[in-house]
């Protein structure tokens, strides 16, 4: 059974770090791009990020360029996104997902995600 | 970047109807690069229909998509009571890849 599972979320001050990592199993990880998506509380589905198979090719948001870094690693079955310089605005469900075709940015098997909350 | 506006927020519907949500791009969207997925609450999103019309893997039949262009449609023949639900469009012909902001399913 195709599984990923996020974890790593937690309550951070403005300005600071949080690294999230998603872990995947049920499926040849290393064959697929995967994705970060962001839902914030009561709102809509964000893009934030996505990883080609290999990890040699990363895209970001314009409203996360710069301050978050996705990253993968193919040993481990892994997904991390590493987080910095969080804004209130960043409060929201982080999902991972896989991208079944290269190239194809749609998403499938999602995991249920895990909150991030950015708060004083 | 492509906004994509779906149409009507909000459709009060009883089980067994047929349902109509619409999705338009501001531009078109590439070979039709268009998803629909749902999500019911505390859950994460599924995938229903990727490249306009294809369902994904799982989908019952009652799911259908259309469209072309600008203009794209996700219809369900016979709402089931699972069907009640937010659902949502995703442009992935154009960078960044965008969504439609949902339209929910409520029972009337």
């Known amino acids: 059974e195709v599984q990923v599972m996020e974890s790593g979320g937690a309550l951070v001050q403005p300005g600071g770090s949080l690294r999230l990592t998603c872990a995947a199993s049920?499926?040849?990880?290393?064959?697929?791009?995967m994705t970060w998506v962001r839902q914030a509380p009561g709102k809509g589905l964000e893009w934030v990020s996505s990883i080609s198979n290999s990890g040699g090719l990363t895209y970001y948001a314009d409203s996360v360029k710069g301050r978050f870094t996705i990253s993968r690693d193919n040993s481990k079955d892994t997904l991390y996104l590493q987080m910095t310089y969080l804004r209130v605005e960043d409060t929201a469900v982080y999902y991972c997902?896989?991208?079944?075709?290269?190239?194809?940015?749609?998403?499938?098997?999602w995991g249920p995600g895990n909150l991030v909350t950015v708060s004083s | 970047e492509n906004v994509l506006t779906q149409s009507p927020g909000t459709l009060s519907m009883s089980p067994g109807e047929r349902a109509t949500l619409s999705c338009r791009a501001s531009q078109s969207v590439t070979s039709n690069w268009l998803a629909w997925y749902k999500q019911k609450p505390g859950q994460a999103p599924r995938l229903l229909i990727y490249?306009?019309?294809n369902r994904a893997t799982g989908i019952p039949d009652r799911f259908s998509g259309s469209g072309s262009g600008t203009d794209f449609t996700l219809t369900i023949s016979r709402l089931e009571p699972e069907d009640f639900a937010v659902y949502y469009c995703?442009?992935?012909?154009?960078?960044?890849?965008?969504f439609g902001q949902g339209t929910k399913v409520e029972i009337k």
């Open positions: 490249g306009a019309s």
């Open positions: 997902a896989n991208i079944p075709v290269p190239g194809s940015w749609y998403f499938d098997n």
């Open positions: 995703q442009q992935y012909g154009g960078s960044p890849v965008t």
């Open positions: 049920g499926f040849s990880f290393s064959r697929y791009g």
